[in-house]
């Protein structure tokens, strides 16, 4: 089996694990467990926070991780504990008024240091152990397949939930996700590491070096922070939809479904337009979708915030793929370790200060008002990331021509 295909099936895997301890689903059991509105979005902070500070670490010390196979495929294991823990709740609800929101907030902090660790090492395994030439289609074609078994999931579970009684069939899933992040780890695994020439230390931190000394490291700042922001909040609107009385625990299971569906719909439309259109292009007109349609989702009925989060969902997912795409061309790939580290860094620390901005922010401009917030900052995100990708291909235009 190519390294391609297991590629395909640990990332399919993970991602059917990862809907069912993440996202609207873990939101909604959260709420029915008890928690309150703010511990919910104060839960999800933690989460970004303890990434956040793993990605500083590995700011400096990704280059230095020789076996990144290995430790890629251990890290895929960490939300396997913050599940167990979802999973006894659910089991035994009457164990949730003993100290359980203390013990999902401290699990959540030792699973997310391994999230952090993964987010980093799963851009940096590509180039370990595929052919980069095809990263751009491999990416949309994977996530697209990815989203395909999660929405065939997450369809099958909203069926069982309006059959069977809440709590137990969600502790079913739960089970199935720890088993999804237990064959992920060892499909990883098992993928064949392409031999390279290992770099020196002086190599190691002259790439560091080069990665600050970038002026384009720090142009993006600004898009990777603004971005964060606004994905914090669409990552919410589960329980922004609740909160609002849209939607109820039977029917928020259905923002995973839409997510899944625009997962599966937003990365193979990228995988076949990036080439024709140029990513910048697509990252473009994506931005502008999800200007036109996410701002309305509570505005118009349970029918119509479906219909409305639909488009924008899946706008976002063609974002989602093209930002690390349109990244290959701007940054060198000896320094896609470390900058990647600074940009998740940015990127997952603004989605930490969202959650936590979004009780004020709806106080002050309601939730409305909270979701143009969130469109304003994901326009500036795409617009500056187009305009330094533009100016990247004109200045190597240049360079070939004066050659």
């Given at each position: 089996m190519s390294n391609i295909t297991k590629y395909y099936i640990h990332t399919t895997i993970y991602n059917v694990g990862f809907t069912f301890c993440t996202g609207a689903i873990m939101q909604t059991f959260l709420i029915q467990a008890g928690f309150l509105e703010d511990q919910v979005y104060l839960l999800n902070s933690l989460m970004q926070i303890m990434q956040v500070a793993m990605m500083l670490v590995l700011t400096f010390l990704s280059g230095k991780i020789k076996r990144v196979k290995l430790a890629t495929s251990i890290s895929y294991l960490s939300l396997s504990l913050l599940t167990v823990v979802f999973l006894i709740g659910a089991i035994k609800p009457e164990l949730i008024k003993h100290g359980y929101v203390i013990a999902v907030f401290i699990v959540a902090g030792i699973s997310y240091v391994g999230v952090g660790l993964y987010t980093i090492l799963a851009y940096c395994l590509p180039y370990y152990t595929i052919d980069m030439k095809d990263y751009g289609k491999m990416t949309g074609i994977s996530t697209?397949?990815?989203?395909?078994?999660?929405?065939?999931?997450?369809?099958?579970?909203?069926?069982?939930?309006?059959?069977?009684?809440?709590?137990?069939?969600?502790?079913?899933?739960?089970?199935?996700?720890?088993?999804?992040?237990?064959?992920?780890?060892?499909?990883?695994?098992?993928?064949?590491?392409?031999?390279?020439?290992?770099?020196?230390?002086n190599q190691e931190k002259g790439d560091v070096v080069a990665v600050?000394?970038?002026?384009?490291?720090?142009?993006?700042?600004?898009?990777?922070?603004?971005?964060?922001?606004?994905?914090?909040?669409?990552?919410?609107?589960?329980?922004?939809?609740?909160?609002?009385?849209?939607?109820?625990?039977?029917?928020?299971?259905?923002?995973?479904?839409?997510?899944?569906?625009?997962?599966?719909?937003?990365?193979?439309?990228?995988?076949?337009?990036?080439?024709?259109?140029?990513?910048?292009?697509?990252?473009?007109?994506?931005?502008?979708?999800?200007?036109?349609?996410?701002?309305?989702?509570?505005?118009l009925g349970a029918i119509g915030f479906f219909c409305c989060f639909a488009i924008a969902s899946f706008f976002r997912f063609v974002i989602d793929t093209a930002i690390p795409?349109?990244?290959?061309?701007?940054?060198?790939?000896?320094?896609?370790?470390?900058?990647?580290?600074?940009?998740?860094?940015?990127?997952?620390?603004?989605?930490?200060?969202?959650?936590?901005?979004?009780?004020?922010?709806?106080?002050?401009?309601?939730?409305?008002?909270?979701?143009?917030?969130?469109?304003?900052?994901?326009?500036i995100c795409g617009i500056t990331y187009y305009a330094v990708a533009k100016c990247v291909k004109q200045n190597?235009?240049?360079?070939?021509e004066s050659n």
């Open positions: 697209a397949i990815a989203g395909g078994a999660s929405f065939l999931v997450s369809l099958v579970y909203s069926i069982l939930l309006s059959k069977f009684s809440y709590m137990r069939t969600t502790a079913v899933f739960f089970v199935i996700a720890i088993v999804c992040f237990i064959l992920t780890s060892i499909v990883c695994a098992s993928m064949r590491e392409k031999t390279i020439e290992m770099e020196s230390d600050f000394k970038n002026k384009n490291t720090y142009i993006l700042l600004i898009p990777n922070f603004v971005r964060g922001l606004a994905i914090g909040i669409f990552n919410v609107i589960a329980t922004i939809a609740i909160s609002t009385s849209i939607l109820n625990e039977t029917t928020s299971s259905y923002v995973n479904i839409i997510l899944q569906i625009a997962t599966f719909a937003g990365n193979i439309a990228f995988a076949f337009a990036y080439k024709k259109l140029s990513t910048k292009n697509v990252l473009l007109f994506a931005t502008l979708g999800v200007c036109v349609s996410f701002p309305f989702s509570l505005k795409v349109i990244i290959t061309e701007i940054i060198p790939k000896e320094q896609i370790g470390p900058y990647t580290s600074i940009r998740m860094l940015i990127f997952t620390g603004a989605q930490a200060v969202a959650t936590l901005i979004i009780t004020p922010l709806k106080n002050a401009i309601s939730y409305t008002g909270v979701l143009i917030f969130a469109t304003v900052m994901l326009f190597e235009l240049k360079g070939s």
